[in-house]
């Protein structure tokens, strides 16, 4: 399922229309983005976690040259799956 596709899925659920759901989900998404870039971590009941995770500088090796390089330390957005999702999606419920 792509962006419009689920903007479309929203729509339905929902009985908007396609354009009103698409700023529903734009925003939802936007929101995400900017928190998480912001440091915070947005908890969602049932569903999961968003999350920024730092990852240390460490050594790799460059596939080219076989070469050792320094990563250099960085954030990443990270989502973990909440218990209820988990379980949907493993058919438990």
Request: proline content about 3%.
């Given at each position: 399922m792509n962006k419009t596709e689920l903007i479309a899925a929203v729509a339905e659920k929902t009985e908007l229309d396609k354009k009103e759901a698409e700023k529903v989900v734009?925003?939802?998404?936007?929101?995400?983005?900017?928190?998480?870039?912001?440091?915070?971590?947005?908890r969602i009941v049932g569903f999961g976690t968003f999350?920024?995770?730092?990852?240390?500088?460490r050594t790799?090796?460059?596939?080219?040259t076989k070469e050792q390089i320094t990563i250099p330390a960085s954030k990443i957005p990270a989502f973990k799956a909440g218990k209820a999702f988990k379980e949907i999606v493993d058919g438990k419920e």
């Open positions: 734009s925003a939802v998404f936007d929101t995400i983005v900017e928190k998480v870039a912001a440091g915070e971590d947005i999350e920024c995770r730092e990852r240390k500088e790799g090796v460059n596939p080219r």
